[in-house]
T-cell receptor, first 116, second 110 residues
Framework: NAGVMQNPRHLVRRRGQEARLRCSPM?????VYWYRQLPEEGLKFMVY????????ESGMPKERFSAEFPKEGPSILRIQQVVRGDSAAYFC??????????????FGEGSRLTVL | RKEVEQDPGPFNVPEGATVAFNCTYS??????FFWYRQDCRKEPKLLMS???SGNEDGRFTAQLNRASQYISLLIRDSKLSDSATYLC???????????FGAGTQVVVTP
């Protein structure tokens, strides 16, 4: 009965490299959300996806960031040409439906990106 | 202006005491509200939903004041294990997008 699985848990990249963060939602969950948490700040919504569809990407930076949730396999958050300001914890969350009934999102343990 | 604002604390609370704190939200169209708990460097977990009439879950009581646009959380008989950061959350959209506050840190001391 695995929860939301994220990997890698820790990732170190040099400026200009690419970072790929993966998220497998809980079994039976078809809705995935990505949030970013900077030190001493709250979680900031980035993107909401269902299988093969981006539903809301209003929180995604306009450049360098992309997300997908293919029919098969995990959701992937991709950051191209990373900069120091991208250093943060990236949390993935999933819900069974749209989370309307309970508002409960189940979070993974996060992927901590450090850009040198 | 942040959409959800919280006093960062820390609130230092003796074990067994009561602690209460609020958060405010800026968007009057917010549909529903929640408290999540986040332990140091861990993932957030749902603590409780907040209903218009106020609700209780064991030692935790949540209140919503729509007129003043604030939500409160009260913890009675604090335990050492209650030490955490409490995240105030507002949902703006029906599909579940959550707006998180930066959190209020609570430290329960022996």
């Amino acid at each position: 009965n695995a929860g939301v699985m994220q990997n890698p848990r820790h990732l170190v990249r040099r400026r200009g490299q690419e970072a790929r963060l993966r998220c497998s939602p809980m079994k039976g969950h078809s809705h995935v959300y990505w949030y970013r948490q900077l030190p001493e700040e709250g979680l900031k919504f980035m993107v909401y996806l269902q299988k093969e569809n981006i539903i809301d990407e209003s929180g995604m930076p306009k450049e360098r960031f992309s997300a997908e949730f293919p029919k098969e396999g995990p959701s992937i958050l991709r950051i191209q040409q990373v900069v120091r300001g991208d250093s943060a914890a990236y949390f993935c969350a999933s819900s069974r439906a749209s989370g309307q009934d309970t508002g409960e999102l189940f979070f993974g343990e996060g992927s901590r990106l450090t850009v040198l | 202006r942040k959409e959800v604002e919280q006093d960062p604390g820390p609130f230092n609370v003796p074990e067994g005491a009561t602690v209460a704190f609020n958060c405010t939200y800026s968007n009057s169209a917010s549909q529903s509200f929640f408290w999540y708990r986040q332990d140091c460097r861990k993932e957030p977990k749902l603590l409780m939903s907040v209903y218009s009439s106020g609700n209780e879950d064991g030692r935790f009581t949540a209140q919503l004041n729509r007129a003043s646009q604030y939500i409160s959380l009260l913890i009675r008989d604090s335990k050492l294990s209650d030490s955490a950061t409490y995240l105030c959350v507002a949902r703006l959209d029906s599909w579940g997008k959550l707006q998180f506050g930066a959190g209020t840190q609570v430290v329960v001391t022996p």
